[in-house]
């Protein structure tokens, strides 16, 4: 089984200014990819960045970068420059390969609100 | 445009009046999924399809159907819904079964069961 977890239901941050948004999962496969979603107020699910487990160099996406701990079980998310449009929901997820299931399993989210 | 495309995106019903939604995809993925969003649980599985014929349940598949007949479509079947299955539904899909192929969402469908 996997779980994500993810601690923070709400963030606010100043425009122009980084966050961090924490990540942590439990799987037992040894391969796995892990995943950020953001899913703004209109509701759509936006794929932002992907990190295997393998990878032995973190994701960077533009202004986002994975930070992967792999030994820790994190894969935090860093946005940096903050943006007004970066004001979102924000899921980790992560998908194994383990026995006959490849789902994406996910986090609660974390609201993230960029302040002017 | 490559895209994952559900129908309809809002509906209101009654308890117990069946109702599908529609999942098409256009990008011949042969992983697709369906996902509800409830406050606080982030997205819930309900049932996924490796391919053709070929569909299996996910962590919430009590209430619902599925099927997949052809490789682009993957509706969801709420044969007598309730009023717990009032949520935000997803349609997903990606290339593959592969753990590093990302999963493309729908837009959502706002399903509300008085």
């Known amino acids: 089984a996997q779980k994500i977890t993810q601690t923070q239901p709400g963030m606010f941050v100043q425009e122009k200014e980084a966050v961090t948004l924490d990540c942590t999962y439990d799987?037992?496969?040894?391969?796995?990819?892990l995943f950020w979603y953001k899913q703004p107020s209109s509701g759509e699910m936006i794929f932002l960045i992907y990190?295997?487990?393998?990878?032995?160099q973190n994701a960077t996406e533009g202004r986002y970068s994975l930070n992967f701990q792999k030994a820790r079980k994190s894969a935090n998310l860093v946005i940096s420059a903050s943006q007004l449009g970066d004001s979102a929901m924000y899921f980790c997820a992560m998908r194994g390969i383990g026995s006959n299931d490849y789902k994406l399993s996910f986090g609660a989210g974390t609201t993230v609100t960029v302040r002017a | 445009e490559a895209q994952v495309t559900q129908n309809p995106r809002y509906l209101i019903t009654v308890t117990g009046k069946k109702l599908t939604v529609t999942c098409s995809q256009n990008m011949n993925h042969e992983y697709m999924s369906w996902y509800r969003q409830d406050p606080g649980l982030g997205l819930r599985q309900i049932y996924y399809s490796m391919n053709v014929e070929v569909t299996d349940k996910g962590d919430v598949p009590e209430g619902y159907k599925v099927s997949r007949k052809e490789k682009r479509n993957f509706p969801l079947i709420l044969e007598s819904p309730s009023p717990n299955q009032t949520s935000l539904y997803f349609c997903?899909?990606?290339?593959?079964?592969?753990?590093?192929?990302?999963?493309?969402f729908g837009d959502g469908t706002r399903l509300s069961i008085l």
């Open positions: 799987t037992s496969d040894q391969s796995y990819g």
């Open positions: 997903a899909s990606s290339l593959d079964r592969r753990s590093n192929q990302p999963q493309h």
């Open positions: 990190q295997g487990s393998y990878d032995e």
